[in-house]
């Protein structure tokens, strides 16, 4: 059967919406750096490298949604990213993500308006990230170390590029990051390792839990 020119089966597939962000983390050690590099830097694709460490602050809504402004150090460049996890979702693969370029905005002028709109200022860390974008296979691999406090912890993240997210079935998606996986599975990257928590759920503290929601 076909319906203005397409078939049943074209009708029925069902693509990721835009402004999705695709993503797995694994904890690794973090001497796996130095391996980390050499493989991705030795795969023969072409990538772009962009190394940056900064602060993340992150405001938070009783309702769910949380922004987080980051500025790495050094740079002019500020993003405010406003995210949330999808409703029963049992893991963070899949989320809502709008980025928002603020350069030029003070912190002060966007924390105000922040505060304005309902969110509170929950926590803050530092990170220090090595960034590879591979934009032929539309991928990102990352190595991130995170500082709370005293305590690291270190990752490796690999995200599907945002921008073509939308060409893809949720089952495509998570097919690519498969292969991804078994790209870097010589340095213990694989789907029994995957992450269920966002750093956003590792280092959130409960601020309202007390109030009368």
Known sequence: MEIVGETMEETERKTLEPFTEFETKYRVDGETIHAFKALVENLGWKFDFIYVQ?????????????ARYRRADGEKRAEVTWKRKPEGAKY???????????????????????????HDRNFEIWKMCHIYKFKEQEVTFVFYTVRDGKKLDHFIEIE??????HNYTE??????????????ESIGISH????????YEMYVRNIYEDKNL
């Open 54 to 66: 900064g602060d993340d602050i992150y405001y938070t809504k009783p309702d769910g949604w949380f």
């Open 171 to 184: 089952e495509e998606a998570f097919e690519r990051i498969r292969g991804f996986e078994t790209t870097l």
């Open 192 to 199: 029994r390792h995957r992450l269920t928590k966002s750093l």
């Open 92 to 118: 963070n693969i899949k989320r809502k993500e709008w980025n928002w370029r603020v350069d030029g905005t003070s912190f002060e002028e966007i924390e105000d308006a922040l505060l304005s709109q309902g």
């Open 160 to 165: 599907l590029d945002e921008k073509g997210i």
